[in-house]
């Protein structure tokens, strides 16, 4: 007796990969393509992607308008704009309601210093063995378990507010987070580039600056404001580990193109070693990567906007938040004026002015007792600092050989990611010696110092010309040992 048709089983989608659906088809009809340029797949674009230095100056300077929009016509690249964007505002939410939180609890600027020591450390010991790893590895995969244990290190964060728990237990995690974080940086960094044509990657870098900033705008925003709602920080942290989980969903259907790995003959010191060597023989790199260590390291005041905000300015945590997040407006302004003109024709010249208006503008907010001024000169700051950022995340993207791109970067991450944290360790550390204003005031000054020295030092910065210009050193990378 035959046996009655079964109706075939439908594979369903787990939730995982529903919410990647959702996520990644909103991005994609978010932007309008335009109908006579389209969308090219990163298959498709293999050939166009890797033009030699000689064919992209060419194109740059015969090439018709500006394309202001450039690379979010790939659809690659949108995805990991979306997740970056997503787990950044969760990140500028967290690191909001972790500075509150403590100094709620304890109180002591020493607290908001030591936070800042134990982000920075991992960084400074272990950035440059992860951008080994980048450089050996598939970026998206290092970059996907990372995120993943850094949003379960944020629910972490959530038990530890329920219980009140001791504040050593919030070290402990805080330490975690930020030994997977230096695992993820260099890896995220190094991704981008096999994700758009390098003659795009100047554009796609512009971009990012712009992400980053509207994520630092609207995160501490709706940090505050969750945290007035919700009469403290467990909330926020749910949040942050809710959308540190949208960028591993962003992630996961990426197709970025290989990249060239070095020797598995050469041992890793030797290959650790090639990247310093890298950035110390492009004095250019290093003068730029230099100022925005020693600058953000001393005229940085991030750390400090809880006591301001208690002691200063006898503000709440709603206020404290839009505190927090003017730095990032100012620079979402910049970044976007800047992504809609063509790339700056006086870069080394900008990039100096600018840094100056940073440290004039930090002396302004540790002297204001107005909480508008106080806003003023904080979205200054962020709007002069972007520069800087732009023009060395261009510098470090373009002149370094593709092979060695996640080691550079993983330079970077030493001198100038550790510097936000390291600054705000000399920020509490200072406070405590010295006061809340002093140290601010101080701090800016030397900023404008450390500018001065850096030109004499360099001249060659003044003279940096236009952005769309740069072409990689070819005898450098071919006298870089392998």
Request: proline share 6%.
């Amino acid at each position: 007796m035959p046996r009655p048709n079964r109706p075939k089983r439908v594979r369903r989608a787990s939730p995982l990969q529903k919410y990647a659906r959702i996520t990644a088809y909103f991005f994609l009809f978010m932007l309008p393509s335009d109908s006579d340029e389209p969308i090219l797949e990163p298959e498709d674009t293999l050939r166009a992607a890797s033009p030699s230095p000689a064919e992209m100056s060419q194109h740059a300077h015969s090439a018709a308008p500006h394309d202001a929009y450039a690379a979010l016509r790939f659809r690659d690249y949108r995805l990991y704009s979306l997740g970056g964007l997503l787990a950044a505002l969760g990140g500028q939410m967290f690191s909001l309601a972790v500075g509150w939180e403590l100094y709620q609890r304890t109180r002591d600027v020493w607290t908001l210093g030591l936070v800042g020591l134990i982000q920075a450390l991992p960084v400074i010991f272990l950035a440059l063995p992860a951008g080994d790893l980048a450089d050996r590895f598939d970026r998206r995969r290092i970059v996907l378990w990372m995120e993943f244990f850094i949003a379960l290190g944020w629910l972490g964060f959530v038990f530890l507010s329920l219980a009140r728990a001791p504040v050593s237990y919030y070290f402990a995690l805080l330490f975690i987070d930020a030994t997977l974080g230096a695992f993820a940086g260099p890896a995220r960094s190094a991704l981008l580039p096999q994700l758009v044509p390098e003659a795009m990657l100047a554009n796609a870098i512009t971009w990012n600056a712009s992400r980053w900033q509207t994520a630092a705008t609207l995160g501490p925003a709706l940090g505050g404001a969750a945290i007035a709602i919700f009469h403290g920080a467990t909330m926020v942290y749910l949040l942050s580990a809710l959308c540190a989980f949208s960028l591993f969903a962003c992630l996961l259907p990426l197709r970025p193109r290989p990249h060239v790995r070095p020797k598995e003959s050469e041992s890793a010191w030797h290959r650790l070693l090639v990247g310093l060597r890298f950035v110390r023989g492009q004095k250019i790199i290093l003068a730029t990567i230099t100022l925005d260590l020693f600058a953000v390291f001393l005229g940085g005041a991030v750390t400090l906007l809880p006591a301001f905000a208690d002691e200063i300015l006898k503000i709440g945590p709603a206020q404290l938040g839009w505190l927090r997040a003017a730095p990032a407006a100012g620079a979402l302004g910049m970044s976007l004026w800047l992504s809609l003109r063509p790339p700056m024709r006086r870069a080394g010249a900008s990039l100096l002015w600018c840094v100056i208006g940073f440290g004039i503008a930090t002396i302004v907010f540790a002297l204001s007792r107005n909480f508008a001024l106080s806003l003023l000169a904080l979205a200054i700051t962020g709007a002069l600092d972007n520069v800087s950022v732009v023009v060395r995340s261009t510098l470090l993207q373009v002149l370094t050989p593709p092979h060695m791109r996640g080691r550079v970067s993983a330079v970077n991450s030493v001198f100038v990611g550790s510097s936000n944290e390291l600054g705000g360790f000399e920020s509490g550390a200072a406070a405590r010696l010295l006061g809340l204003v002093n140290s601010v005031v101080l701090g800016g000054i030397g900023t404008i110092l450390v500018v001065l020295g850096v030109h004499f030092i360099w001249p060659q910065v003044a003279k940096l010309g236009a952005l769309d210009e740069l072409v990689p050193d070819e005898s450098a990378e071919k006298s870089t040992p392998e």
